[in-house]
């Protein structure tokens, strides 16, 4: 079986087929960060869901091009602009920064391209003219270019592909300036915003004067121009259908550019929402948290991004501290089998042991049924710490073990435990341990064994000597 994924535009679960006759390439675009502050753990979920998406992808032999839009001009980076005082490059390159670095400690897939909207803006100019010499955009008395709806539906087009709309409530010409607004306001959409005192430094010229592209427009004209016009997937929150994804396929459908009988993006899927201990994640209620605070409190970004994929995508997912706790017990169950079989194999090799691969990655071929992945890897985890506890496993079966579970964490990308987990400050602080209890130098030892026990660690004896293991 291929993989089949939900498609928001059909509303089903299709069988996922490429655009490229060869059936190999494949187009992804997530929408990316607006980089006006640390990204909170709500959309590190969503970001997440995209790296698997890829994985998955990757893991089925797709050769995928992985784009990941930052939006780095925007209503409320120009106001944090305004407040620091500094420069919008300054600002914004410092939360870039930030986030990339989120992503690698999240262990996500580095995407193939990072474009920022503001280096797009002649694909950007270019895209709107289109739109205006197609009758789909027209300019307003106050400067702005607006998405001209009825004129779009006048022509045959469908406005309200991902959700259903009530037009009888729309008045025609009503417009909306803001990037954000409701299913309930539905109006014109603005492309180019024209340029006001409030502003600032932040403008680009353009054949309608003075102004800034809308943020809609910018993951129109980035997507076709690093994917074509016509690509694969799109994907990103569920927030980001209406009106974002929805004008993002009018604008690009509207420029005519696809080829005949394909659409702008062939499978759109959004992640549902994360909640925090029950509830909205707000700063007012004190319950908003970036990967930094949680990193801050002592988890790592692998314990944190287990925990982001034990639900599945499309299910609310309720984020609780125990729940971090959980994760990071049910990762020390998997490093410690994957450990032990280490070290039967002892550096031997040998190949995956292809039915167990497919028994554990099935699930995910059903829409990235991820919680029936999870619960074939603790049973197949089960089922060998059964056989390490009656010493029945041989160095090439292990080595066979380890090559199988590489390939299910290549889709998982919960990281192989090496030695390296262990840091050497705790690896000496054993070692100290041990020489002193060979010198029978009992205080010393109890003390390194205190020590340890202070910093999360405990000792265990085996017959290949003592091992370091984290209390959970
Ligand atoms: P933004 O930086 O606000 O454009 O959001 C980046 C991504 O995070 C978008 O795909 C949003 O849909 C997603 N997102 C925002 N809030 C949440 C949340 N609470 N849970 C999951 N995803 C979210
Ligand atoms: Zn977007």
Not at 136 to 150: H, L
Not at 289 to 306: M, N, P, Q
Request: overall charge negative; charged content about 25%; proline content about 4%.
């Amino acid at each position: 079986m291929g993989l089949k994924l939900l498609n928001t535009l059909t509303r089903s679960v299709q069988d996922f087929v490429p655009l490229d006759p060869s059936g190999k390439n494949v187009g992804l675009y997530c929408c990316g960060p607006t980089v006006y502050d640390y990204a909170h753990i709500g959309n590190w979920r969503t970001f997440v869901f995209g790296d698997l998406v890829r994985r998955s992808l990757e893991f089925h032999g797709y050769n995928v091009r992985h784009v990941m839009n930052i939006t780095d001009v925007d209503d409320k980076i120009i106001r944090r602009v305004k407040e620091t005082g500094g420069t919008l490059s300054d600002f914004t390159g410092k939360f870039e920064k930030a986030f990339l670095e989120d992503l690698a400690a999240l262990q996500c897939r580095t995407p193939h391209h990072t474009p920022r909207a503001t280096e797009h803006i002649p694909a950007i100019v270019d895209l709107i003219s289109r739109l205006v010499q197609r009758g789909f955009a027209y300019q307003a008395p106050d400067g702005s270019v607006y998405f001209s709806i009825q004129k779009y539906r006048g022509a045959g087009c469908c406005y309200g592909q991902l959700v259903h709309l009530n037009f009888e409530e729309m008045r025609t010409g009503e417009r909306v300036a803001n990037d954000e607004y409701a299913k309930e306001s539905l109006a014109d959409f603005a492309l180019w915003k024209a340029r006001v005192p409030e502003d600032g430094a932040v403008f680009w010229p353009s054949p309608w004067g003075e102004g800034r592209p809308g943020w809609h427009i910018e993951c129109s004209a980035m997507s076709m121009q690093l994917l074509g016009p016509s690509f694969d997937l799109h994907l990103g929150g569920e927030d980001l259908m209406f009106p974002h994804h929805e004008d993002e396929i009018a604008q690009s459908e509207g420029t005519g550019l696809q080829p005949e009988g394909q659409r702008f993006v062939k499978y759109w899927m959004h992640g549902a929402h994360l909640l925090v201990e029950g509830r909205k994640m707000s700063k007012s209620l004190g319950n908003f948290f970036t990967l930094r605070d949680l990193i801050a409190k002592g988890f790592s970004g692998r314990e944190i991004r287990y925990l982001l994929l034990t639900a599945h995508y499309r299910e609310t997912f309720n984020f609780t501290l125990e729940g971090l706790q959980g994760a990071r017990s049910s990762l020390q169950r998997i490093d410690e089998c994957i450990g032990k079989l280490r070290e039967i194999a002892a550096g031997e090799t040998a190949g995956a042991d292809d039915a167990l691969v497919r028994q554990l990655s099935k699930p995910l071929e059903d829409d990235l049924n991820i919680s029936g992945t999870w619960g074939a890897v603790f049973e197949w985890i089960r089922e060998t710490n059964r056989k390490l506890a009656e010493n029945s496993i041989l160095p090439a079966q292990a080595a066979s073990l380890l090559a199988s579970w590489e390939k299910i964490d290549g889709v998982l990308g919960v990281g192989l435990p090496s030695a390296a987990v262990v840091p050497a400050e705790i690896l000496a602080l054993v070692e100290a341990r041990q020489a002193a209890r060979k010198a029978k130098d009992f205080k010393q030892s109890d003390g390194l064994r205190d020590e340890l026990k202070a910093k999360g660690w405990v000792i265990e004896d085996t017959p290949k000597g003592a091992r370091a293991k984290r209390i959970a």
